[in-house]
């Protein structure tokens, strides 16, 4: 089966940093991707980790280390805009070529 | 850039009813995907489809149907609506390649009574 776990909910303060974590057991591992979702909104795209090691791209970083199962976003210089749900989603070795398992999501709310 | 393109954004439909969700893209992509989010359960994979005339199940099919008739649509049926489907509809296609990101569209709201 498969199992992907994130806090639920996370708060923070604009300008600084947060971590936001991933955790998954799956059948198999082909990557990892980050997505964010303002409320109401669509799912887009952040980032995706294949190799272990870090991932950077402007203020969004991402962690994957494949061995622990683990995932971690990273957010810098946190804006209020970026007050929404983060996804975590795995493509696991045995669902398909392009299947995603996600997780059920961490809201991250920023304040002044 | 249009991208993907879901019709109708909000729907209520009474129970038996039946209706047909459109997805479109422009991207020239391979694969298209249906899911639904509801709240605490994050989003789940209903339907999905890795080229014009082929279709297959994903964790939640139960209720509905597809198809994918030419290689920019894919249709989502419910053939019988049931308050349990209510719910947030997505689709979203991605391009070939392990690295390719799913590109999702702005939902479907559907309310069933």
């Known amino acids: 089966g498969q199992n992907i776990d994130q806090p639920t909910e996370m708060t923070a303060t604009e300008g600084a940093i947060v971590q936001i974590n991933c955790t998954y057991q799956?059948?198999?591992?082909?990557?990892l991707f980050w997505y964010q979702q303002h409320a109401g909104e669509a799912p887009t795209f952040l980032s995706y980790n294949v190799l272990d090691g870090l991932e950077e791209k402007g203020r969004f970083s991402s962690f994957l280390s494949r061995s622990k199962g683990y995932s971690y976003l990273l957010l810098k210089e946190l804006q209020m805009k970026d007050s929404a749900s983060y996804l975590c989603a795995v493509r696991g070795g045995n669902t398909g070529f392009q299947k995603l398992v996600f997780g059920t999501g961490t809201r991250l709310l920023v304040s002044p | 850039n249009a991208g993907v393109t879901q019709t109708p954004k909000f729907r209520v439909l009474k129970t038996g009813q039946s209706m047909t969700l459109l997805c479109a893209q422009d991207m020239n992509h391979e694969y298209m995907y249906w899911y639904r989010q509801d709240p605490g359960m994050g989003l789940r994979l209903i339907h999905y489809?890795?080229?014009?005339?082929?279709?297959a199940k994903g964790e939640v099919p139960d209720g509905y149907n597809v198809s994918r008739l030419k290689k920019q649509n894919f249709l989502l049926g419910l053939e019988s609506a049931a308050p349990s489907q209510t719910s947030v509809y997505f689709c979203?296609?991605?391009?070939?390649?392990?690295?390719?990101?799913?590109?999702f569209g702005d939902g479907t709201r559907l309310s069933i009574l």
């Open positions: 489809s890795v080229g014009e005339g082929t279709t």
């Open positions: 979203a296609s991605s391009g070939a390649g392990g690295s390719q990101p799913q590109h």
């Open positions: 799956t059948s198999g591992f082909n990557g």
